[in-house]
């Protein structure tokens, strides 16, 4: 079951919804290949699929450019067989540097920081499960 949270900077407008965890469609590596949209990432995941020693592990996740600290709400997904590895990794739409996950809990004060403004530090509000 996943969180939705919301991001709100505590100087100035900024706002984002974020949903981590995971639902449903991420019981099976077949459901999550109906919905990505990035081709290579489809093919990866189709190569998995036939291999029976297959293990993974797939949510949503919260990254975070330590560069200019750019916020996306993206797949995290790592795949594991007898012969082969992946594990995802995101540029950051702004600067292109590698995103970090970042972690977020509910009563859990977040360290950071807006990446509007860049002066204020995020608060983070739990506000539905979903699934």
């Given at each position: 079951?996943?969180?939705a949270?919301?991001?709100?900077?505590?100087i100035?407008?900024?706002?984002?919804?974020?949903?981590?965890?995971?639902g449903?469609?991420?019981?099976?590596?077949e459901?999550i290949a109906?919905f990505?949209?990035d081709?290579?990432?489809k093919?990866r995941?189709e190569?998995?699929?036939?291999?029976?020693?297959?293990?993974y592990d797939?949510?949503d996740?919260l990254?975070?450019?330590p560069v200019c600290?750019?916020?996306?709400?993206?797949?995290?997904?790592?795949m594991?067989?007898?012969?082969?590895q992946y594990?995802?990794s995101?540029?950051?739409?702004?600067?292109?540097?590698?995103?970090q996950?970042?972690h977020?809990?509910?009563n859990v004060?977040?360290?950071?920081?807006?990446p509007?403004?860049e002066?204020?530090?995020?608060?983070?509000t739990f506000?539905m499960?979903w699934d």
């Amino acid at each position: 079951m996943g969180e939705a949270y919301k991001l709100d900077c505590d100087i100035c407008a900024y706002t984002e919804n974020i949903f981590v965890g995971f639902g449903l469609l991420y019981m099976r590596l077949e459901s999550i290949a109906s919905f990505v949209q990035d081709a290579a990432l489809k093919r990866r995941i189709e190569e998995f699929i036939g291999n029976p020693s297959t293990r993974y592990d797939a949510y949503d996740a919260l990254y975070v450019c330590p560069v200019c600290q750019a916020i996306r709400n993206e797949l995290f997904i790592e795949m594991e067989s007898d012969s082969s590895q992946y594990k995802i990794s995101h540029a950051c739409p702004r600067c292109a540097s590698v995103m970090q996950q970042e972690h977020i809990e509910n009563n859990v004060p977040v360290h950071l920081s807006c990446p509007a403004c860049e002066k204020g530090k995020l608060k983070a509000t739990f506000y539905m499960d979903w699934d």
